[in-house]
């Protein structure tokens, strides 16, 4: 399996917008779910958003009315618009993909090797 490749992360100030893409591989051939995680050292990786292939979304609590996820189906990606940014935004975050196995039985996840968002005055 090949991993996901984020890009997009930098310095943004508070209340500032940022947007992160991934490329997705065009062999990935049965996807249940991409989406953005987020991990702070020392601390849990959270979810941030994920999109369903059917279109469905969740987001996290924190970022819900800030962030939204969405899905270019022509450029191969998955994108996450980050608005009124905060500095508890702070995170490596990581793009992921659920796929299904080839059978169908089970599901497994691949993951990008993140990129880091900072957010500071």
């Known amino acids: 399996q090949e991993r996901l490749v984020e890009s997009g992360g930098g310095l943004v100030q508070p209340g500032g917008s940022l947007t992160l893409s991934c490329a997705v591989p065009?062999?990935?051939?049965?996807?249940?779910?991409l989406g953005w995680y987020r991990q702070t050292p020392g601390e849990e990786r959270d979810l941030v958003a994920t999109i369903s292939s059917g279109g469905a979304i969740t987001y996290g609590a924190s970022v819900r009315g800030r962030f939204t996820i969405s899905r270019d189906i022509a450029a191969n990606t998955v994108n996450l618009q980050m608005n009124s940014l905060k500095p508890d935004d702070t995170a490596v975050y990581y793009c992921?993909?659920?796929?299904?196995?080839?059978?169908?039985?089970?599901?497994?996840?691949?993951w990008g090797q993140g990129t880091q968002v900072t957010v500071s005055s």
């Open positions: 065009r062999n990935f051939r049965s996807i249940n779910t």
């Open positions: 992921n993909a659920n796929l299904r196995s080839l059978t169908g039985y089970w599901d497994y996840d691949v």
